[in-house]
């Protein structure tokens, strides 16, 4: 996959893309009023993300279809241009602090855009969350607490809670007629949290988990936990991994003789961008998600093959919650004709956000600012996550403890 660079996307995607979203004519030949007096800098996305590690594939799939989309509208914002300014996150929340202020202090992003991970989000939210913070739009990471107890005005989602993908499962495990199950997950906020939603309706419909086992974020040492889960021998394993992580898991798995006797199932990060890579191993995986690569809608078509042209790489989950970013941030900003200033306006725009044209199928944004969104049931055939029905239709994240909610 080619980095995440504007130059990588080809002058053929981009025509393509313009000419394909309707409104580019009038926004490129836009004046912004509000905004003309006194020069126009450039509008500055500061964007922490993971561009090493586990998650690296996450973090360019994110910035890659988050550029593609803003280069779709002419590179631009509600008239102005963009200037990106990018850190790695390494994964590490001690670095968080850090980095977050070296973009919201230093840089003066008019825009915050991250991060993948939920501990990080959540040390994230602690610092820009309230009156004195930039807009921020969380790509990826699914911390429960982000829109709960966390929850801010200036603070919206782009993605999931890591309760939504992984509460559908517990009932698709049961409806499959499993009564016992092994939940293994790295033992941080994103793989608890998906783990505890999935077990619990799992229990609601019956069934319950005999063991839950925690592996060390983001270790690979697999081999014991696979014997453990063997000499357990339960109905069916529920597992969170994504990235590296899920790639090595599944393939492990298949390898400890697990994946013909013991199904595996989990939140769809298992088998999403990974497919190709866990080969046989990752076929007839069922997984929940709120994104599956064949939907049959006209965005998701148009969507992947600009994906797909401009990066030689095909489109995932990741990429549609970098693209649908980036819808936000053209509709927030041509609301407020350019203006950064008029926070208020873009933060009720963005409230009032209805993505009818993303990839992933119509969404809207909840009160505690998340998706509410189709969850389907997927499962690997021939490399592909192809969608098999909707999970959870219009599905709601509790958002408990959230004041806005
Ligand atoms: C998270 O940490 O919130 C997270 C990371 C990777 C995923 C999903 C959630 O695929």
Redesign the pocket.
């Known amino acids: 996959m080619k980095k995440h660079n504007p130059n990588g996307i080809s002058r053929r995607t981009l025509l393509t893309g313009a000419a394909a979203a309707g409104g580019i004519a009038a926004v490129s030949s836009f004046i912004p009023t509000r905004f003309a007096i006194g020069g126009q800098h450039k509008v500055k996305i500061g964007i922490l993300l993971p561009y090493s590690g586990t ?1 690296a594939m ?1 973090g360019n799939s994110i910035t890659n279809a988050l550029k593609l989309r803003i280069e779709e509208n002419g590179g631009m914002l509600g008239g102005r241009e963009v200037e990106y300014v990018a850190i790695d996150s390494e994964m590490s929340v001690p670095k968080t602090p850090t980095n977050t202020n070296k973009l919201v202090g230093k840089e003066k992003v008019d825009f915050l855009i991250g991060p ?6 959540q040390a994230m939210a602690k610092i820009v969350g309230g009156d004195q913070g930039p807009i921020m739009i969380v790509p ?4 429960n607490l982000v829109t709960g107890p966390l929850c801010a005005p200036n603070i919206f989602r782009a993605s ?1 809670s ?1 309760w939504q993908p992984a509460w559908p499962c517990g009932e698709v495990m049961a409806n499959d007629g499993h009564k016992k199950i092994v939940t293994i997950t790295w033992g ?3 793989g608890k949290q ?1 783990m505890a939603a999935g077990r619990d309706n799992f229990a609601e419909h019956g069934g319950s988990s005999i063991k839950d086992i925690l592996v060390p974020f983001p270790d690979v040492e697999f081999q014991a936990h696979l014997s453990e889960i063997a000499n357990l021998d339960p109905d069916a394993v529920f597992a ?1 991994f ?2 590296g992580g899920a790639v090595k898991f599944v393939k492990d798995y298949a390898a400890a003789g697990l994946k013909d006797n013991i199904p595996l199932y989990g ?1 769809g ?1 298992l088998t ?1 961008g990974v497919s190709k890579a866990q080969g046989a191993a990752a076929e007839g995986i069922k997984t929940t998600l709120h994104y599956a690569a064949n939907l049959d809608n006209a965005a998701n078509k148009r969507f992947r093959a600009a994906y797909k042209e401009a990066f030689d790489a095909d489109a995932n989950v ?1 990429s549609v919650q970098g693209y649908d970013t980036g819808s936000l941030l053209i509709s927030a900003m041509d609301a407020v004709e350019g203006d950064t200033g008029a926070t208020g306006d873009l933060i009720q725009t963005l409230e009032a956000a209805q993505l009818t044209d993303s990839p992933r199928g119509a969404w809207t944004m909840s009160k505690a600012h998340n998706p509410i969104q189709d969850i389907y049931l997927r499962q690997v055939e021939n490399g592909v996550n192809l969608v098999k029905g909707v999970a959870a239709a219009a599905l709601e994240d509790p958002a408990a403890g959230c004041k806005m909610a």
């Open positions: 998650y996450l993948v991970h939920s501990g990080i989000a990826n990471a699914g911390s999931f890591n941080y906020a994103a998906m969170f994504s990235g939140p990060f999403e990741f």
